[in-house]
């Protein structure tokens, strides 16, 4: 059922950033994007080694949230959807935390790995159409999404612990990683079975290896949406990345500074997926799940 025009926010709580959208929604129209936001409280950080979100990590996220809600009340939002994915999900004070958002006058829910893809697919079919084969691939901070459709008829959708602030983590050579990588990746997905299929790359890593592909190549835009990066392109990249000091990585053009230390492991995942499923080249979206929650919000498909 849809909800009717308005203004309307969205919030998504990731285990590294947590971003807002807000838009003016018409069911004819579709959304006219008014204000985006996003900070990296890293609230995943420490949860693999402790099982729990860190106290300094929550204040983080907390006061982003405070200028979140701020910044929904100044501009008359009429209806705010909020959801936490892997580090709220798997956290055991995870509840505590959600209990403290909702305090701030923030509807938070956390989501099953499920329907995070599925949000992130409503974009993508949204945004590209539903035609033929795709493969939509969101690497968050704590996981990888992935959902498969076949003339928009979802076939595959799977959760795995490969996000980009957990493998960074595990400290280990990039060898190792892109083993541990290809290796949770070929146990959980068949590659012949999605061989041809248009793979879509959603978030904010993609967006990331986006524009410093569009910086290599000696172009620079802001807009990265709908670009198609070759798969010899990004193990460019990470063969460039290899060795790289933080401080050096953080001067890579295209590389936002606040992103510099879990790049290498973002691009190892985007490689080893596009060669999982054997595939040339990955299309960014510039839109995710944020706006699959504004779709899902108007009711529409």
């Not at 509807?107 to 159409?129: M, N, Q, T, W």
């Not at 539903?130 to 498969?148: F, K, Q, Y």
């Not at 959760?159 to 595990?170: C, D, F, I, K, N």
Request: hydrophobic share 45%; net charge negative.
């Amino acid at each position: 059922m849809s909800s009717g025009g308005g203004r309307l926010a969205a919030i998504d709580v990731g285990s590294n950033t947590v971003l807002l959208t807000i838009a003016d929604a018409d069911p004819a129209y579709g959304l006219s994007i008014v204000e985006e936001a996003e900070d990296q409280p890293r609230l995943g950080a420490g949860l693999g080694q402790s099982g729990r979100l860190q106290e300094d990590a929550i204040q983080r996220a907390l006061q982003t949230l405070t200028r979140m809600r701020d910044a929904c009340r100044r501009l008359d939002v009429r209806r705010t959807g909020a959801v936490a994915t892997a580090a709220v999900r798997e956290a055991a004070n995870g509840g505590e935390f959600v209990q403290r958002v909702r305090e701030l006058d923030i509807p938070l829910r956390v989501i099953s790995p499920e329907a995070e893809a599925a949000l992130s697919y409503r974009s993508a079919a949204y945004r590209f159409g539903r035609e033929g084969r795709m493969l939509v691939a969101d690497i968050g901070g704590g996981s990888l999404e992935l959902i498969g459709a076949a003339g928009g008829t979802v076939a595959l959708n799977l959760s795995l612990p490969l996000g980009a602030v957990r493998l960074t983590e595990l400290r280990i050579s990039r060898e190792q990683l892109r083993t541990h990588i290809h290796q949770d990746l070929v146990a959980a997905i068949s590659g012949d079975e999605w061989r041809g299929a248009r793979v879509i790359g959603s978030g904010g890593t993609f967006a990331t290896v986006a524009s410093m592909a569009l910086a290599r190549r000696g172009e620079y835009r802001d807009d990265v949406h709908g670009l198609t990066i070759g798969r010899d392109e990004v193990e460019q990249l990470l063969e460039a990345v290899a060795g790289m000091s933080l401080e050096e990585l953080r001067q890579i053009p295209g590389l936002r500074p606040e992103r510099a230390d879990i790049i290498g492991a973002g691009l190892a995942v985007v490689v080893e997926l596009l060669r999982a499923v054997h595939a040339d080249s990955v299309t960014v979206s510039a839109f995710g799940l944020r706006d699959g929650l504004l779709l899902e919000m108007m009711g529409m498909e």
